[in-house]
């Protein structure tokens, strides 16, 4: 069974803060890695793509992946209380010619002010 | 451009009565997701469209039917409801792997 594991939280941080959230996944074959945030009563929206090794930067956000220890994280700088929600980590499902992915449970992110 | 759309928004069912669920997107995308999304239970596949005129199980599929009508419309049909369905409904879309989510229908069975 693949899957895709997350700290269900809830992280609490300071405002201005930097909150890091994480994820690791089981299938050693997936290549396309995704950051969603969904805030209470709304859909995911998607926030950070990732394909390579390395740290990927966009504004605030900061995506870091790690496929030798099968690890990918976000990293929110300067967090604001608009950031709290809760964040999915998504994997592609590296099984047949589909584009399914596989979703974490998420993390529930509460930013105070 | 709308992105993804679904109806209804709620909907409130007797045990037993059917329903369809309606989604639509506009992004020209290949396939096409329904999920549900129960607390802790995270996101869950009940279907999904790799490409007009196919459709697959996903994890959860008993108790659903689905229908690709066409690229951009893909709906979801409960035959006869159960308090077990109550859940949030999403459909997505996507052309590679990034999917793109509609607002949600929150469905009570009672």
């Known amino acids: 069974q693949k899957e895709v594991e997350q700290n269900s939280g809830p992280l609490s941080v300071p405002e201005g803060a930097i909150a890091s959230l994480n994820c690791t996944y089981s299938?050693?074959?997936?290549?396309?890695f995704f950051w969603y945030r969904q805030y209470s009563g709304k859909s995911p929206e998607l926030i950070m793509s990732?394909?390579s090794n390395g740290d990927k930067e966009d504004g605030r956000f900061t995506a870091q992946l790690n496929k030798a220890s099968q690890y990918v994280s976000l990293l929110i700088r300067d967090s604001q209380p608009s950031d709290s929600a809760t964040y999915l980590c998504?994997?592609?499902?590296?099984?047949?010619?589909?584009?399914?992915?596989?979703w974490g449970l998420g993390t529930s992110l509460a930013v105070n002010p | 451009n709308a992105g993804v759309t679904q109806t209804p928004k709620f909907q409130v069912l007797k045990t037993g009565q059917s329903m369809t669920l309606q989604c639509a997107q506009d992004?020209?995308?290949?396939?096409m997701y329904w999920y549900r999304q129960d607390p802790g239970m995270g996101l869950r596949l009940i279907y999904y469209?790799?490409?007009?005129?196919?459709?697959d199980k996903g994890e959860v599929p008993n108790g659903y039917n689905v229908s690709r009508l066409n690229k951009r419309e893909f709906s979801l049909r409960l035959e006869s409801a159960a308090p077990s369905q109550t859940s949030v409904y999403f459909c997505?879309?996507?052309?590679?792997?990034?999917?793109?989510f509609g607002p949600g229908t929150r469905l009570t069975v009672l």
């Open positions: 299938d050693r074959g997936s290549q396309s």
């Open positions: 997505a879309s996507s052309e590679f792997y990034e999917q793109f």
């Open positions: 992004m020209n995308h290949n396939s």
């Open positions: 469209s790799a490409s007009e005129g196919t459709t």
């Open positions: 998504a994997v592609n499902s590296n099984a047949g010619n589909n584009r399914k992915l596989i």
């Open positions: 990732i394909y």
